[in-house]
């Protein structure tokens, strides 16, 4: 079982579109994120949701829109796309950690987006 | 601000080469530090990580201890393989949400 998976892994589609992609982690982990990973791999978090609500929003455009309907899913939603909305975005999950138990963050296996 | 900086690659290696990645990072409080690696074509995976100062991770023979008084975790191997080949990351948890990475280091290793 993958522990955390998103879909499409691939998808090409044209400016101005708007596209989904979902994610869902079989974890039971609280918080769910999405990072946009560009061509010089460089990972940027975007979004990080902690029990259907949003912690974490990074300077992205408005065009992206989150949406967790529950724990275990965390949707991303672009409209209107654009060239430079090409990359490739991950899923990532994780339990906050009691303690100081360093939790682990893990990741789903990216979903290629180009956009022509 | 918190941050992580690590060597700009590509770093090219022979097969049985020894391998060190440096990474330093800033941060106020006591972070926990992690490695992971990222195949062509996959996701990021944990390759190990360290919760406290003097703390060593290890994993498939990699290592890397945390060490606080030069705020590092460098990533080193004793004898590096052609499927080492991949992206590295380092990254620091500080707070309970907020993972920061590095820019990635690609690692290519020639036989």
């Known amino acids: 079982d993958t522990a955390v998976s998103q879909t499409p892994k691939y998808l090409v589609t044209q400016m101005g579109n708007d596209k989904s992609i979902k994610c869902e982690q079989n974890?039971?982990?609280?918080?769910m994120y999405w990072y946009k990973q560009d061509s010089k791999k460089f990972l940027k978090i975007m979004f990080s949701?902690?029990?259907?609500?949003?912690?974490i929003n990074e300077t992205v455009p408005n065009r992206f829109s989150p949406k967790s309907p529950d724990k275990a899913h965390l949707n991303l939603h672009i409209n209107s796309l654009e060239l430079g909305d090409s990359a490739v975005y991950f899923c990532?999950?994780?339990?906050?950690?009691?303690?100081?138990?360093?939790?682990?963050?893990?990741f789903g296996e990216g979903s290629w987006l180009t956009v022509v | 601000g918190n941050s992580v900086t690590q060597m700009e690659g590509p770093v090219t290696l022979s097969e049985e080469a020894f391998l060190t990645i440096n990474c330093t990072y800033t941060?106020?409080?006591?972070?926990?530090l992690f490695w992971y690696v990222q195949y062509p074509g996959e996701g990021l995976q944990l390759l190990l990580k360290?919760?406290?100062?003097?703390d060593k991770g290890s994993n498939k023979g990699f290592e890397a201890t945390y060490r606080k008084e030069t705020t590092s975790f460098h990533l080193e191997k004793g004898s590096v393989q052609v499927s080492d080949s991949a992206v590295y990351f380092c990254?620091?948890?500080?707070?309970?949400?907020?993972?920061?990475f590095g820019t990635g280091t690609r690692l290519k290793v020639l036989a």
């Open positions: 974890l039971g982990h609280d918080t």
């Open positions: 941060a106020t409080g006591y972070p926990s």
């Open positions: 990532a999950s994780s339990q906050v950690p009691t303690g100081r138990s360093g939790n682990t963050i893990y």
């Open positions: 949701y902690n029990n259907k609500e949003l912690i």
């Open positions: 990254a620091l948890l500080w707070g309970p949400y907020k993972y920061i």
């Open positions: 360290a919760t406290k100062a003097d």
